[in-house]
Each structure stands twice: as C-alpha cells, then as structure tokens.
C-alpha cells in the first residue's frame, strides 16, 4: 500500500486501575490498610452530573447510532414538520455533515471517595508490581474534580499520567443539514447526540501508522482514565490491576503485531484490523489469566470484606465479548504454570502463549518456551 492509513484501536476493559510501585503489600496483615469503605461508595448510586469533554472529538461513524438517529427523525412527525415548515411546502432534500465521537467524564468531587479510591490504586498497584517484580509504568495520579486541564500530547521520560473519574460516557454526534430541492440557498441543521454507557472503566489506546511499502508503527498516548464505579464493585477493585498489566504486556503485543503484519503484506484495512483484534484477544488472555491470580491476593489483603466469588460472574460477563474468548484457558494456563513464568513467556514470545492456549496438547513446555528469553525476561 502506497498510501498512509491510520488504524486506532482501543482496549475497552470492564475494570482498571493504576498505581505505585513504591507502595508494596506487606506480608504483615495488620500494616495493611483496610479499603473496605470503598466498597460502600462504589455501591451508592452513580452521578451522572456534572460532565466535562475528556479530550477532543475526533471524526467517527457508527453504522448502529446512525441508524439509530435516522429512525428517530423518522418517527419525531413534529421535528419534520418544524423543519418542513421552514420552507413553506417546498420538497426538502438532506444529507450528513459530519459524525464525530468524544468522551465525557463525570469528575470525583468527593473527598473521601476520592482519596480512598486513589489510595486503593497505589497501594494494589504497588502489590502487584512487587508480586511481579516489574518496573512502575506511571508519573503520577490525578483525580479529576472539575473541568479538565490540556490532556497530554507527548509521552512524559517518567511514565504515563493516570487520570481518576467517577464515570465516563461516550457521546457520538451527527450533524444533518436539510435544504429545499428547488433552493438549495436555505439550509437548517440538526444536531443528534446519542450518550452511550457501556459498563467500561477505562480504555488504553494504542495507534498502528501503515506507511509506504508496508512499514507500521506503533505508538500510545501518554495517558490513560479510569472510573472508580461499576455494576460489580469487584471490578473498581480489578481496575488498577488489569490496566497495569496491559500497559506492561502492550510493547510485546505491539512486537507480535508487527512480525504479523510484516509476514502477511496486507493489502486491505480489513486485513490490518483482523491482525489488531487477534492480537488484543491473546493480550487480553494474559492479563486475565493473571488477574485471576492476583486479585484474591488483594482482596485477602486490602479488602477483606469483598467476596472474590464475583469473579465468576465477572468472568461469565467477558465471556459475552469476543475479545476475552480466549480467557478461560488462559485462566487454566497461568494457574498451571504460574504468574511470573506466564508473564516472561509472553514478554519473550507472545507466540508462544498463544500457543499454550489455543493448541494446548501441542503447545510448547513453559521450560521450552522460555530457553531462549533474554535474561532481563528470565528474572521476571
């Protein structure tokens, strides 16, 4: 492909969370601080006011809203003849403007709920850092109390800000423009917004660039949000947990993509995006089967009042996506082989674990699979 095209694909997670990695879990169980009271503002119900733009609108089209918006002006007899009205009988013609998307948050203006959930991020961030041994991938936390400041545009030497919400709402937007067939001098234009929940918590973005002859790069925006709210409050719980993993595992995501997209010279968008989501779904194996392991540990430690039970009901609500239908045998994997092996086989050779879980009778050993790591990898 000659042309240079642009593919964003975003990991939409049901739960996320961020932390520091010089807040370690101590073995000690009285010097864990109990989080349990956040569990009593996660179940209280959600605000849906004030919300604040996060982040610019960028060009979008989403065939289901639009679908969806056209059935509505179909239906509203009243709007169409507000409009009809305007142009005294005469035959009307209208077409789409333009349809953009943007996200919008709903800042955390309570103290108390705010500092707990902030807490909670650092401290089980920094346990699953020392559990891991890996390094903090974060500069700093920001809970958002009011109107956004400038969202970073250039990646900080220190590391990814992490910004804290109380939710978070896609909103989607088309602008009509209506015109009268035999003068086409006077216009009307109607805007439709559809607001959109969908129970995630937090997104990572990642960028592919197809330039000449095929070369692709990568890159990611220097930030990332989470919500401390959701239908299962064991998924706030989760949130700094998965969203670290992910922005740990996501270079060697990125390095397998590649090595894909470079062996198949694809020559249509289409064959780009089917490579992203393979891939995401593999990561998303990885990070789940982690999760799985991990988040017990926390609870036990930091939230002792929560039922970890509710991570099957978590895991049967992914399982209704397809990006986590590779979850439940990763899940088996990593409790077979263990955390850490898990993680360095997937930094040395994502390939490899996709392999364990998708051929398992024919996948290689977890010994095999890591003889030729490089040592960095092997001491994870």
Excluded at 82 to 102: P, V
Excluded at 147 to 165: A, F, R, S, W
Excluded at 168 to 190: A, G, H, P, R, T
Aim: aromatic share 8%.
């Amino acid at each position: 492909m000659t042309c240079r095209l642009r593919i964003i694909f975003v990991y939409l997670i049901l739960f996320i969370l961020a932390g520091s990695s010089t807040l370690l879990a101590s073995t000690d169980v009285r010097e864990n601080p109990d989080y349990s009271r956040l569990l009593s503002f996660v179940k209280l119900k959600d605000l849906e006011h004030p919300l604040v733009a996060f982040g610019g609108a960028e060009d979008d089209f989403d065939r289901k809203l639009n679908r969806e918006n056209i059935a509505f002006m179909n239906q509203d007899k009243a709007l169409l003849a507000r409009i009809q009205s305007q142009f005294k009988g005469e035959r009307l013609k209208w077409h789409l403007t333009t349809s953009f998307k943007q996200l919008l948050a709903v800042p955390e203006n309570r103290a108390e709920y705010a500092r707990l959930f902030e807490n909670y991020c650092h401290t089980a961030v920094g346990y699953l850092l020392g559990r891991i041994r890996m390094p903090n991938p974060y500069s700093h936390f920001v809970t958002l109390k009011g109107p956004l400041p400038n969202l970073p545009d250039t990646p900080d030497p220190q590391g990814i800000t992490v910004y804290l919400v109380h939710n978070l709402v896609d909103e989607y937007i088309e602008e009509y423009l209506f015109f009268s067939q035999d003068d086409d001098q006077s216009k009307i234009k109607i805007k439709l917004s559809n607001r959109v929940d969908d129970g995630k918590v937090g997104s990572v973005t990642s960028q592919v660039t197809i330039g000449a002859d095929n070369q692709f790069e990568f890159s990611r925006l220097p930030y990332t949000v989470w919500q401390n709210s959701a239908k299962n409050p064991l998924n706030v719980l989760i949130v700094p947990i998965e969203e670290t993993l992910h922005i740990l595992m996501r270079p060697s995501t990125e390095r397998a993509m590649k090595a894909e997209l470079a062996e198949i010279h694809p020559t249509r968008l289409a064959q780009v995006q089917e490579v992203v989501d393979h891939w995401i779904a593999v990561e998303e194996a990885i990070v789940g089967g982690v999760v799985w392991q991990v988040v017990p540990e926390v609870c036990a430690r930091f939230v002792p009042q929560e039922d970890t039970n509710r991570l099957t009901i978590a895991l049967a609500e992914r399982e209704e996506h397809p990006q986590y239908r590779l979850l439940r045998q990763a899940i088996k994997t990593v409790a077979d082989i263990g955390v850490n092996q898990a993680l360095a086989i997937y930094r040395n050779n994502p390939l490899d674990f996709k392999e364990m879980i998708t051929q398992p009778d024919a996948a290689p050993t977890a010994q095999s699979a890591l003889k030729a790591q490089d040592p960095a990898a092997g001491r994870t």
